[in-house]
């Protein structure tokens, strides 16, 4: 009888444009996760979300697109960006 030891890690990604109050319940699903036996680890991502589009760096615009902020304002990209600020 082979004795194997499997890993099980868990990763749960939400967008940065998630409510404040979902991000707390997905991190308390985490916590819980992580007290089951059988999971080894939970890792909660936020992902960077442009504000606007919805897009991020893993799912860029097409034709692509870059991050115009990062000064803690809403997360927009520069498809969704005007000189006179984000479009409608």
């Known amino acids: 009888m082979n004795d194997h030891?499997?890993?099980v890690t868990i990763t749960i990604q939400v967008p940065s444009t998630a409510p404040e109050d979902l991000i707390s319940r997905v991190t308390a699903l985490g916590a819980d996760l992580g007290a089951h036996?059988?999971?080894d680890?939970?890792?909660?991502?936020?992902v960077r979300?442009?504000?606007?589009?919805?897009?991020t760096d893993e799912r860029?615009?097409?034709g692509g697109c870059w991050w115009?902020?990062?000064?803690?304002?809403?997360d927009l990209c520069?498809?969704?960006s005007t000189d006179d600020g984000p479009r409608q």
Not at 41 to 46: A, N, P, R, S, T
Not at 68 to 74: E, F, H, I, K, L
Request: overall charge negative; charged content about 10%; proline content about 3%.
């Open 37 to 39: 036996r059988a999971i």
């Open 49 to 55: 979300t442009c504000h606007a589009c919805g897009c």
């Open 78 to 80: 520069s498809s969704c």
């Open 68 to 74: 115009v902020n990062d000064d803690g304002a809403p």
């Open 41 to 46: 680890q939970v890792l909660l991502e936020i």
């Open 5 to 7: 030891t499997v890993s």
């Open 60 to 62: 860029a615009c097409f």
